[in-house]
């Protein structure tokens, strides 16, 4: 009987892989279905020897054509991914389409026709065929994770689960909505202050390669046998680089960012680099109040749609963002599962404010956490727009000291020879009265 490599999700959502020992790859998927698994790749375990064994047997030429190659469950979607702006309005419309009392079927249809994202079109499409082959609507989700993240699945799976499905995806689509309504906050707040830094340096280059190594001429011919002021000399050296090494100098940038990117990327750099996000003093603020109300407005969603604690715990833990937070969800969810509450690792973890913290604990003790922690995160969506304009306001200043010190500092570099001059001119007037 040949045997089966499968990679599948667990009802937690976690992927596991495994081998079955079955007679075809559609008992193999039933197999999964039963052990309460989503399949997303079924290939049949090619035996080597065999193969081989062919090979020899054709001089050298593959022999296995029927029944000893693989066979892949494609994933629609996979080599690309749809917009989170895109995905949102696919969901509400969807929300809609279901909460108007239209077949989830019919819904799929009517908006595959109108969608024009060639991606999601291929994948409602798909999505389609999987529900009239008999697969759940979560199920056929699943099949795409590079669109579809475990909160939508899980949260899609758990209003199937409870004949809500609507209300699930009208609670998905207000998650997502609110969601990119912080992002845009804190995007559009950044885009003044990186303007103005690009701004600023494109003006550098052009004075350190262009304007100052015309006074270098300028001064030789002033100060023929003279030495220029040290600080000058700095500026002139730096600008010399700047000119002569332009190519270099762009390595050399290229080589910080590509090292500090690789840097992020280990589990070390990544958690040094959201701690220091979290405590630095200008954008501090609101990256702890953004983590917390991503946190908050996800754990709240996904239980009140049913989604089990600990499961719900471990996806809030993947979708954080942030490894800081990701460790202290953690620590929550082992203490959840030996039965302990949530409040004493929140609090242990020192990134959750104290009122976060006991909110959390009024709603663990009177059973109302879902619609706390919505609360919470109603709350945070607030103080985000505080932060950010806080933030605004305060970066504008620091912008214009920093452009003020910087070009100061050229302008008086480039003064000070002529200042020189004239204190010379004036030593030599006296001397000759």
Not at 47 to 53: C, I, L, N, P, V
Not at 208 to 230: Q, T, W, Y
């Amino acid at each position: 009987m040949p045997k089966f490599n499968y990679v599948a999700m667990d009802p937690r959502g976690k992927e596991t892989k495994g081998t079955l020992e079955v007679a075809n790859q559609n008992e193999a998927i039933g197999r999964l279905k039963e052990m309460g698994f989503f399949p997303t790749k079924v290939t049949e375990a090619v035996d080597k020897a065999k193969e081989g064994g062919g090979k020899d047997a054709k001089g050298g030429k593959a022999a296995v054509k029927k029944g000893g190659g693989s066979i892949n469950i494609k994933i629609p979607g996979f080599g690309g991914k749809v917009k989170t702006k895109i995905l949102t309005t696919f969901t509400r419309q969807l929300a809609t389409l279901v909460d108007a009392g239209l077949p989830l079927l019919r819904g799929l249809k009517v908006l595959e026709k109108q969608e024009k994202n060639p991606v999601l079109k291929d994948i409602i499409g798909k999505l389609g065929q999987s529900i009239e082959a008999g697969s759940t609507f979560s199920e056929g989700l699943a099949q795409h994770p590079k669109v579809f993240n475990r909160l939508f699945v899980n949260m899609v799976k758990a209003g199937e689960i409870g004949g809500v499905l609507e209300v699930a995806l009208s609670r998905l689509a207000e998650f997502m909505e609110k969601a990119e309504k912080i992002k845009g906050k804190v995007v559009a707040a950044m885009f003044y202050p990186v303007a103005v830094m690009f701004v600023a340096v494109a003006i550098l280059a052009v004075l350190m390669i262009f304007v100052i190594p015309k006074f270098r001429d300028i001064f030789k011919d002033m100060l023929p046998g003279e030495g220029l002021p040290a600080f000058t000399r700095f500026v002139l050296a730096i600008s010399e680089t700047v000119k002569d090494h332009a190519i270099f100098v762009i390595i050399g940038l290229a080589v910080i960012y590509f090292a500090f990117s690789a840097a992020v990327k280990t589990r070390l750099g990544r958690a040094l680099f959201d701690r220091f996000k979290l405590n630095s003093p200008v954008i501090g603020g609101v990256v702890t109040k953004v983590a917390i109300a991503r946190f908050t407005r996800t754990l709240g969603t996904l239980i009140s749609s049913g989604v089990p604690i600990l499961q719900s715990l471990n996806i809030v833990k993947e979708t954080s963002g942030n490894v800081v937070i990701g460790d202290a969800v953690s620590a929550v969810h082992e203490s959840v599962k030996e039965g302990e509450t949530i409040t004493a690792p929140l609090e242990a973890s020192k990134v959750f404010p104290p009122m976060v913290v006991s909110m959390v604990d009024v709603g663990e003790q009177t059973g109302a956490l879902p619609e706390m922690l919505m609360k919470i995160a109603d709350n945070y969506d607030e103080e985000v727009d505080n932060a950010v304009a806080a933030m605004t306001s305060l970066l504008e200043p620091i912008m214009i000291v920093f452009l003020a010190i910087i070009v100061g500092s050229i302008v008086i570099a480039l003064f000070l020879p002529l200042i020189k001059l004239m204190e010379g001119m004036d030593g030599s007037s006296s001397g000759g009265g």
